[in-house]
């Protein structure tokens, strides 16, 4: 991984300009460090130009690089249109796991119990994304049929990888999929979360089924958690959790690949928003940029460079503090508007590192 090239997906509308408001933040003069942005426009209309290539050409960049930072993109509805980029990137990229992680956000009330992050670890790939569906029959006897399929080397990835998240960060593996209906398919991630259990026995473990996890989470005790899921109900799980904290604009989304199968060493990394593309605040500089501004402080928290996990660090730190004194954009009842939050959080970077540079 090469900790100092970030791939720039473009995007479309206002994930495009909040994108350009993260890019900011990791120029030199704020981060200290000499970082390569190669940039692929992936927008919508780039898209239905090349057919698609420019998104594989971006995927193999994120592959050769390690590293890459994605702006929200439209998906279009129709069958015989481009699709989703985000399904080529996972593929392309090897992709195993998707983590989103929901966190407080100061001065933004959390519904209920909820005061401790919780991360859902979901299958990047399977499941009921890709599958065969098809139909049979006509009138009232027709039928609507579907093929899903999950890989043991995937459900192993989202076990582990939660585990060690969950060491990571002090938290509990709490919940899972339906496998008492579902014995021999949902059973299957099961089987690698009960594997993973026995080689990490000093992260608590608190399996239940994913219907009884949506219940509980409401009632939870504010500890923080991790929660192995299958593709679909880490996405259903995901819309969830994150709004749980008051607002997704404290939460970033990273796709995960391995090298090797080795969990614990990603061979790369992708980071975007957990929200859309926003059309109706395009051009209005009101935008909350914060997500993206924490998706590029992810990645580079995620590196072995030191350097680079020290931007990071200054950059949540400083997005963080930020909104805790006051400086908020409209969706946080606050009255900055997407530059101005950015210059500050900018201006905040730069002082932490300079003092920390002085230790």
């Known amino acids: ?3 100092r090239t970030i791939v720039v997906l473009e995007g479309d509308q206002t994930g495009q300009e909040l994108l350009e408001a993260a890019i900011r933040v990791l120029q030199p003069e704020v981060v200290g460090l000499e970082l390569e942005l190669p940039r692929f426009d992936l927008s919508l209309a780039k898209r239905r130009e090349t057919s698609n290539a420019i998104v594989h050409e971006a995927a193999r960049a994120i592959a050769a690089h390690g590293l890459g930072l994605k ?3 439209i998906t279009p509805e129709g069958r015989d249109d481009v699709g989703s980029p985000n399904r080529i990137l996972r593929e392309d990229i090897g992709g ?6 929901g966190r407080r956000i100061p001065g933004v009330l ?3 119990g909820v005061h401790s992050p919780i991360s859902v670890v979901r299958m990047a ?3 009921a994304y890709g599958a065969k569906e098809w139909r049979e029959g006509s009138g009232d006897d027709e039928v609507a049929l579907r093929t899903e399929r999950i890989e043991r080397r995937v459900c192993r990835a989202v076990a582990e990888f939660a585990f060690c998240q969950a060491e990571r960060t002090g938290a509990k593996v709490f919940g899972g999929p339906k496998y008492t209906v579902s014995p021999i398919y949902e059973g299957m991630l099961k089987e690698e979360m009960d594997a993973a259990a026995e080689r990490h026995p000093e992260v608590p473990y608190e399996p239940q089924l994913i219907d009884a996890t949506f219940a509980l989470l409401i009632s939870s005790s504010g500890a923080p958690m991790v929660i192995p899921a299958l593709n679909r109900d880490g996405d259903i799980l995901s819309d969830l959790v994150l709004p749980l904290f008051g ?4 939460s970033e989304s990273l796709l995960v690949a391995f090298a090797d199968e080795v969990v614990d060493r990603p061979s790369a990394l992708m980071a975007e928003a957990a929200h859309g593309t926003a ?13 993206m501004i924490l998706a590029a402080a992810a990645l580079l928290a995620h590196t072995d460079d030191e350097e680079c996990q020290q931007a990071g660090r200054a950059i949540r730190e400083a997005t963080l503090e930020a909104v805790a004194e006051g400086v908020r954009t409209a969706d946080l ?6 530059t101005a939050f950015t210059d500050e959080v900018i201006r905040r970077t730069r002082s932490k590192l300079e003092v920390w540079a002085t230790l």
């Open 1 to 3: 991984m090469d900790a």
């Open 71 to 73: 702006a929200a993109t």
């Open 96 to 101: 195993k796991v998707i983590v989103r992680t």
């Open 110 to 112: 959390p519904v209920g």
């Open 125 to 127: 790939v399977g499941d």
């Open 247 to 250: 607002s997704i604009a404290g």
């Open 279 to 291: 059309p109706a605040l395009e051009g209005k500089d009101v935008a909350n940029p914060m997500a």
């Open 333 to 338: 009842s606050g009255h900055h508007g997407t």
